[in-house]
Antibody
Framework: EVQLLESGGGLVQPGGSLRLSCAAS????????MTWVRQAPGKGLELVSAISGGGGSTYYADSVKGRFIISRDNSKNTLSLQLNSLRAEDTAVYYCAKQPEYEYYYHMDVWGKGTTVTVSS | SYVLTQPPSVSVAPGQTATIACGGNIIGIKSVHWYQQKPGQAPVVVVY???ERPSGIPERFSGSNSGNTATLTISRAEAGDEADYYCQVWFTSSDHLVFGGGTKLTVL
């Protein structure tokens, strides 16, 4: 069974940092692009970042460019998102999601349950 | 930037057909994907590439895309279909992904 399990969320002060992780299982991790999608309380979905299967191509939403860093360790089947210079508007549930192809130009076919990030003083 | 426009809410009687629109400039030339999200749960893809249905998704869910509007159609609506629905498009030319604002489907 394909599974994605996020971890690392929590309460952080504005300007602080946090590292999210996503443990993948049930599929050949290195063959597929991965994404981070967030959802602020009561709001819609926003793609935060994406990375190709080998890690050579990455995408960032304008709202996080220069502050967040996506990475993957294919030897450990793990996706990560480093969140720096956090702002109140980064408060959201962060979902890890798999794409069905090596590159990230497709849909998200499997989602994790999400991890909550709260930025507040 | 590209915008995908969805109605905030749609209501349908049980057993009837619900249609949820996703509007965007010449969206008909793009691949549109649809997600269902129930309260407190992660999204689930119900239609991808305009009209393809993942395994496990009932045939009652279908999609179409032409001109400036993509449409998700839910036939024989059930109470369990109540959820938020989001459309999504990748713009490879500008390397940009857009979600619609979401539509809350009520079955009453």
């Amino acid at each position: 069974e394909v599974q994605l399990l996020e971890s690392g969320g929590g309460l952080v002060q504005p300007g602080g940092s946090l590292r999210l992780s996503c443990a993948a299982s049930g599929f050949t991790f290195s063959k597929y692009a991965m994404t981070w999608v967030r959802q602020a309380p009561g709001k819609g979905l926003e793609l935060v970042s994406a990375i190709s299967g080998g890690g050579g191509s990455t995408y960032y939403a304008d709202s996080v460019k220069g502050r967040f860093i996506i990475s993957r360790d294919n030897s450990k089947n793990t996706l990560s998102l480093q969140l720096n210079s956090l702002r109140a508007e980064d408060t959201a549930v962060y979902y890890c999601a798999k794409q069905p192809e090596y590159e990230y130009y497709y849909h998200m076919d499997v989602w994790g349950k999400g991890t909550t990030v709260t930025v507040s003083s | 930037s590209y915008v995908l426009t969805q109605p905030p809410s749609v209501s349908v009687a049980p057993g009837q057909t619900a249609t949820i629109a996703c509007g965007g400039n010449i969206i008909g030339i793009k691949s549109v994907h649809w997600y269902q999200q129930k309260p407190g749960q992660a999204p689930v893809v119900v239609v991808y590439d305009d009209s393809e249905r993942p395994s496990g998704i009932p045939e009652r869910f279908s999609g179409s895309n032409s001109g400036n509007t993509a449409t998700l159609t839910i036939s024989r609506a059930e109470a369990g279909d109540e959820a938020d629905y989001y459309c999504q498009v990748w713009f490879t030319s500008s390397d940009h992904l857009v979600f619609g604002g979401g539509t809350k489907l009520t079955v009453l």
